[in-house]
């Protein structure tokens, strides 16, 4: 939990780690080299990328914390790894954004959703200040719709990069009140 890793002459790691979050969030801090990381990061915490390059190889990372890309500093997910962000988790914090800062993002690899205990309609995924790159198929599940930096899903789940957010409509009025006319209807049928 906190403290920064500086890699003067850049850093390769297989390990896993488990960030915790406990005395903020980890920085790593690499300026004009990479950080590779092929190890999974886990846990409550988040991390910064303050400087340099991040890569996240890792196929299971699954971190509940914040992601922030300081100016000039990129964070890249290799086209092999994958990131599950729990929307649960995103609530709790008050809904911040799972990606932040003004810096670089590439997501080439995949990003799954945890939608586990939300219970929200919206959920701020990336900060549009970040200058993001990502393939078609990134967000897993998800469709991109031809021409547009939008992805959905069915059941009306919709991606915006324009905007950084992931919505599901609320029921209009219209659901509810026909919704409502049938249970009626059901249980005038059962006496």
Known sequence: GGGKITAVNGLTSNMNMTLTGSNGNIKFSAAGQTIQLGGNLTGRGGLEVSAGTLLLKGAANAYDGQTVVDTGATLTLDSTAALTLSLSALETDGNRFAFDGDGYLTLNGTVNL??????GTEW?????????TMN?????GFTKDSGDDIWTKDGGYTFRLDTGILTIPEPSAWTLLLTGAALLAVLRRRR
Do not use: E, P, R, Y
Not at 114 to 119: E, H
Not at 136 to 140: E, H, I, K, T
């Open 136 to 140: 078609d198929n990134w967000l897993a």
């Open 124 to 132: 701020k995924l990336i900060n549009t200040s970040l200058i993001a």
């Open 114 to 119: 945890d939608f586990t205990g939300a219970t």
